[in-house]
């Protein structure tokens, strides 16, 4: 029974241990785990690498081809005998072996442009999956922000709960005692309730943003964030490097649709250039029907003689110089020019909407510090009011009503510069992902 016992403790202690020692998640772990586990980040890789296997064969491109084969059959009934050409009525055996090469000596650049192309459309896509990423990382953020917000909320509304609880036991205490109403027990009574559902509907945001985080990071296991005091949020100001904002990746992705669109047009105008290419092959062949007389006998020549005797070469240089194709080439160079007009048009809207929302965010950044410094200031003076209160209610000079609309002034002040502090620290740190890459 002693033995069950020690058993029991020394599992429950093993538990708490594990339980304490559990890695507690920053924010940079989060962003690093998500880059490595979230979803569409890895599809948006798989196109990366289908860009990379399209600019290399398009480097192969280039190069001639070579090809050999060779074929073995026979054929019944009538038919012209390829290396006799002779008929054949009987069944015959053929054998044919041959190698063949092309070449496109000049495609008019296209080879080349296509080479360049493919090349950025590997940064294009790379420049894709760093704005899905940043945005990730933007989401990410914002759960995490929550987590932490709804954190100071809860310990906000505990010690809500608490002044409650105390203030409802001095009531009914001074009630028994003749120095209370008992509207003054009532009311306090039903505070505490308010303050109770407060509390637990804090507790189900935090939950509601812990399971957020949980999907964004595609993460099965329980989440637990670390938790920094409010004092370290407030000395936390984000430093941002205005000089990197050609590192943004909507930036540099407007630049190489640019030029995509660019060497697209070229590509249309390489049409009208004439192209030059050689066709080579060699082979030779056996037929049954080829035959000598040895003797008073037909028989079929050597395989041997038969493969030195037919054996053939073939060289073909062809250049082809376009004329009229009906205006196709010329239409296409047409639209290819309105679609690089529309591209740089399209870049010209992305750059007006990132730097607005860049002015946006400095302004409401700049916004949020002013109230983020009043709000603390208002609520260094809401406790300082709180404390005097409190005193005051317990001595009797104010009434209960005074009492719990200066309590929850408190736990409104508090609870918006909470807000307000956390949503200065998510827009910085939007805003330094919007200069960076």
Known sequence: MKIKTVIHI????????SVNAQEKWTLEKCLSFADSS????????????????????????????????????????????????????????????????SWNIFSGLQNYYLKQRNELSIQETTHEIDIQRRNLHIDITAAYMQILLNHYLIEAAENQVAYSLESE???????????????????????????????RQAKNNFEYSSLLLSQLLNSKDEIEIEIHSIESLEKGEISINREEFSQNPEFQLATTRINLQEYDLKMKKAQLLPTLAINSSLGSGYSG???????????????????RENFYQSAVLTLNVPIFNNGRVHSEIKIAE?????????QEIMFQDLRNKVEQLENEITNEKLNSKALKKALEVSEKRFEASTEQYESGVINVQSYIELRSNLFKTQADYYTALITLRFKEKMLKTLYER
């Open 289 to 307: 029907n080829s035959k000598i007389q040895v003797g008073s006998e037909f028989l079929p020549k050597p395989f041997e003689v038969q493969m």
């Open 10 to 17: 020394a599992l429950f202690w093993l538990s708490l241990f």
């Open 169 to 199: 036991s001095l009531s009914k205490e001074r009630f028994k005692n003749g120095y209370a109403t008992n509207y003054d027990v009532l009311s306090l009574s039903s505070q505490l309730a308010l303050d109770s559902a407060m509390l």
């Open 338 to 346: 309105a679609e690089l007009t529309k591209t740089k048009l399209n």
């Open 38 to 101: 979230n979803l569409n980040l890895k599809t948006k890789k798989v196109d990366l690498l289908i860009a990379e296997i399209q600019q290399k064969q398009s480097k192969l491109n280039i190069l001639p081809t070579i090809n050999a084969g060779g074929t073995h059959g026979y054929n019944w009934g009538q038919s012209i005998d390829p290396f006799t050409n002779q008929f054949a009525t009987d069944r015959v055996r053929t054998n044919n072996f041959y190698a063949s090469s």
